[in-house]
């Protein structure tokens, strides 16, 4: 027993000085340290943000740029289903900003007052596409086609997933809804198992986003929906209830929504205009 | 010399079957791992997992699951010794109470953690101490020890119940305290169900993935254990969670047979004695 804990404990230690450099600048203070610190100018102002997991890369990558621009800013960034997200956010009254994966979601977040009204802003756009396997080997040309004998078909589920009601209503508006279904082999319950679907090949195509291209560039190729079957949603963010640095959260919020914050976005594939139309 | 040959002969050919026999379990466990590697080529290795993110949420990994083993160990032990040595009322009920983590989804497990150490519970008393636990490392670690600690108690009870009566009386007899015969003969003879134990344990709290999510959320270099980095990566970067999973496969792979080939050897000569 104790020779065996000595080697657990030694296991331990080979670890720890390559962890120190990696984990030091966020390991130090934990995040409650920080909110309950008063935000005067001179003082650093440690952010923490709730994002959806599908924007990590670019949120990531608007981290670093923020916190080059501003030190003594730190924005600490969690991930996850943006369901999951705005639990935790809630149940722990911690956090400045919420970012999650769709519209639908801040929407909740509103209707529960998690989030401070009037501080909403969109970082990007949604475009429903049709999302084909790479070079459309089955000459998908609309939403007419999936619903074409023999095509398999994967959607995200109506009532679910904020996709899975864009691409029912979608389907619906096009009157296609009951044929379409027919193909339809699989329901996914999140926009990433969506985008799974096609990109490792179980159907032959998926209702999606935009982005969803850029996630597997190589793998997966996009046919537009006329804008008149499918309404864009967005990519929204917006201040929590529970910042104890309101306008700081507020500073990190603009720079997501500045040119440069929106160039970040539009590099990993999303549409940060409205559609035009 | 005749009847040697044929028990031999009729060895191999119970070897054979036995080996046959295993086979299809052997291959299935194996067949996807071989297609993850087989998937990783260099090229997506060097591209995806190499880099800053991937090390730190290895390391963090490895550590946080250590701390879990040896905590599990620590208060685990003396549960399991409970309920190897003694009768008692209600025991079938600790039994149980044992077994809830295994049952119980763990993204459950986590909501039932953040419910209980956040701000709703005795977190927001801790927290006008200055501690925070959720989404904090102290909060990957307890996700890990409440899923992969019964992993271990199950294995150690097993062990000390194997454990003759008789010696542990003989010590006694022999004048050994409670502590001494527990540390020089019950210990030593269950050793190899405790390593046991131990190995499911670290390896269980190295693949925890869904209470840590919850309870400590996934902030990178803090509480984005390996398992999250995979799950993350994988809605929009499939290739990158791909080699990040093997990542995982091979190190904790490397880790469990150097471990059980270093301590098995430590062990035997004491088993044995």
């Known amino acids: 027993m104790g020779k065996f804990s000595w080697v657990v404990l030694l296991l331990v230690f080979l670890a720890l000085p390559g962890c120190g450099g990696g984990t030091s600048p966020n390991a130090t203070g934990s995040p409650a340290a920080e909110t309950r610190a008063r935000p005067t100018r001179a003082e650093p102002v440690r952010l923490i943000a709730f994002v959806g997991s599908a924007s990590k890369p670019p949120a990531q990558e608007a981290k670093a740029a923020y916190e080059k621009q501003n030190p003594g800013v730190t924005v600490d960034m969690t991930f996850g289903g943006s369901g999951t997200l705005l639990q935790q956010m809630t149940l722990e009254k911690t956090g400045d900003i919420y970012m999650p994966g769709s519209d639908d979601y801040m929407d909740k977040a509103e209707a529960k007052e998690a989030v401070i009204p009037g501080t909403r802003a969109i970082v990007a756009y949604l475009v429903p596409m049709i999302c084909v396997q790479k070079g459309n080997p089955k000459g998908i040309t609309g939403l007419a086609d999936l619903a074409r004998p023999g095509l398999t078909v994967g959607l995200a589920e109506a009532g679910a997933v904020c996709l899975g009601d864009v691409s029912a209503q979608s389907l619906e508006n096009a009157g296609l809804l009951a044929a379409v279904r027919k193909n339809v082999i699989t329901y996914a319950r999140s926009c990433e198992q969506t985008q799974q679907l096609v990109q490792l090949g179980e159907v032959d195509a998926v209702i999606g986003w935009d982005a969803f291209q850029q996630w597997a560039p190589d793998k997966i190729d996009v046919v537009p929906i006329p804008l008149e079957y499918a309404r864009p949603r967005t990519i929204p963010v917006a201040i929590s209830v529970y910042s104890t640095h309101r306008g700081a959260a507020q500073r990190f919020v603009d720079f997501l929504t500045s040119t440069e914050g929106k160039a970040i976005f539009s590099k990993h594939g999303y549409s940060v205009e409205p559609p035009p139309g | ?273």
Not at chain 2, 85 to 110: C, E, N, Q
Request: glycine share 6%.
């Open chain 2, 1 to 273: 010399m005749a009847p040697a040959v044929r028990a031999t002969g009729r060895n191999r050919t119970a070897l054979a079957v036995a080996t046959l026999l295993a086979l299809p379990l052997l291959i299935y466990l194996l067949a996807p791992i071989i297609g993850l590697l087989a998937r990783t080529t260099p090229h997506i290795w060097r591209s995806y997992a190499c880099c800053w993110e991937a090390a730190t949420a290895l390391k963090l990994s490895l550590i946080t699951a250590s701390i879990a083993l040896v905590v599990s160990v620590i208060i685990g032990t003396p549960v399991a010794y409970w309920l190897a040595h003694y009768t008692f009322r209600g025991k079938s009920v600790v039994d149980t109470v044992i077994d809830l983590p295994l049952v119980l989804p763990p993204s459950a497990a986590g909501f039932a953690l953040l419910l209980l150490f956040g701000s709703q519970g005795i977190g927001s008393w801790l927290l006008q101490h200055g501690l925070r636990i959720s989404l904090t490392p102290l909060a990957v670690v307890m996700a890990q020890v409440f899923i992969a600690s019964p992993f271990y108690v199950k294995q150690a009870r097993a062990g000390f119940e194997a454990v003759p009566a008789e010696l542990r009386l003989a010590s006694a007899t022999l004048g050994a305290g409670p502590a001494r015969t527990f540390f020089r003969v019950t210990a030593p003879l269950a050793s190899h169900a405790l390593l046991a134990g131990a190995v499911m344990a670290w390896a269980r709290a190295l693949g925890e993935f869904g209470a840590t999510l919850v309870f400590a959320g996934a902030f990178p270099g803090r509480t984005e254990t390996m398992p999250i980095a995979i799950y993350t990566a994988s809605t929009t970067n499939l290739p990158a969670s791909i080699a990040l999973a093997t990542t995982l496969v091979v190190v904790s792979f490397a880790v469990l047979l150097v471990a059980r080939a270093l301590l098995e050897r430590r062990v035997r000569p004491l088993a044995g004695g």
